[in-house]
Structure formats: structure tokens, C-alpha cells
């Protein structure tokens, strides 16, 4: 699901910009994009504010959903305060998903592997924004912004469904079993 959060985060930052220069006020991106970083950092508060007790899986997929719609709000949005609404929404998923990634990457992996565990989940949201923003510059030329934020949210809804549909995969890929796996293989190798 980290991919698909990343994929969502390159695009929305992209998008916000496109939005911005369409309605002749490119400066204020700026202003929408400090709206996304405040409702991260709320939500990052709010999330470790709370006791949770049950999985973290389900949660992690319940926060890319919410991502999901606040991205599809930002399409509906008429102009640049509205969007910056929508983007404080998309926000206050963004750090809690983030950080319940790494929580179930860190107890999945066993004590030699969390590092590189959490390096996966690392690398997992920053190929997706980089797979993002590259398919989002590519795509807004043409296909609207609104489309392209729906496309945008998209990401995070297909990889937290393909996740609920297929656990297995889910918890090898987000857990860092795969990387405990491939280098107890390269460690035996060499």
C-alpha cells in the first residue's frame, strides 16, 4: 500500500501545481501544498495519540482508502481554498499511513531485518512518487486535473483493495518477510 500512498503523494504534489497555474495563481500552490503537510502532521498526532489494539494491516488499508476519497474530494473542488480543504483531508491520512507502515514492517521483520524492512517501506513510497509525479506530468496533457486527481486517488484504493484480496501477498511485500527471505538467500550465496 506504500507504493500506491507514494503514487498518490507524486501526483497530488503535481497536481495541486496544475491546478494553481489554471486558475492564474500559481503562488498560492504553495499555500494548498502547506494544507497537505498541516493535516499530516495532525494526523500523525492524532494517530499516536491513540491506544490502537487491533491489527495495523486492516488500519494501514482503512488510511489509504480515506487518502483515496480526500484525493477525489480534490477533484470536485471549484477553486483553490476548496482544494486546500481537500488537501488538509488528504493530509491527515498521509502521516498515519506512513507510520503504520512502518509499524508492521518493524514487528514482521525479525531483530536482524527491521532495517531494511523499513528501508522497503522507504523505497516503496518514494518509487511511487516518483512513478506519480512522472504519469501525472505525462497524463495532464490530456486528461484534466480533476480526472487526473481521481486517476490520483485511485492508486492508494486499488493497492489497499488488492491488499484485502490477496493478504498473503500484502504481508510478504509490507512486512519485510520478502527481505528476510532474499537475504538469507544472498547471505547464503556469498
Do not use: K
Not at 75 to 82: D, W
Amino acid at each position: 500500500m506504500t507504493l500506491g500512498v507514494g503514487l498518490a503523494l507524486g501526483a497530488a504534489d503535481l497536481l495541486v501545481l496544475a491546478s494553481a497555474e489554471a486558475q492564474g495563481r500559481a503562488g498560492a500552490a504553495a499555500w494548498v501544498l502547506a494544507a497537505l503537510s498541516a493535516g499530516s502532521a495532525v494526523g500523525g498526532l492524532l494517530n499516536g495519540a491513540v491506544d490502537w489494539r487491533g491489527s495495523a494491516r486492516p488500519r494501514l488499508a482503512v488510511l489509504a482508502l480515506g487518502l483515496a476519497m480526500a484525493l477525489g474530494a480534490a477533484a470536485l473542488a471549484p477553486g483553490l481554498l476548496t482544494l486546500a480543504l481537500a488537501a488538509a483531508c488528504a493530509g491527515f491520512f498521509v502521516a498515519p499511513a506512513l507510520t503504520t507502515a512502518y509499524l508492521i514492517a518493524d514487528e514482521a521483520a525479525g531483530p536482524a531485518f527491521r532495517t531494511q524492512a523499513g528501508a522497503w517501506v522507504n523505497t516503496a513510497v518514494n518509487a511511487g512518487s516518483s512513478v506519480g509525479t512522472a504519469a501525472t506530468g505525462a497524463l495532464l496533457a490530456h486528461v484534466p486535473v480533476a480526472v487526473c486527481f481521481l486517476i490520483a486517488g485511485a492508486a492508494p484504493a486499488v493497492t489497499a483493495l488488492a491488499t484485502a484480496i490477496h493478504p498473503a501477498v500484502a504481508e510478504a511485500v509490507e512486512t519485510g518477510d520478502a527481505v528476510g527471505s532474499a537475504s538469507q538467500g544472498a547471505t547464503a550465496e556469498a
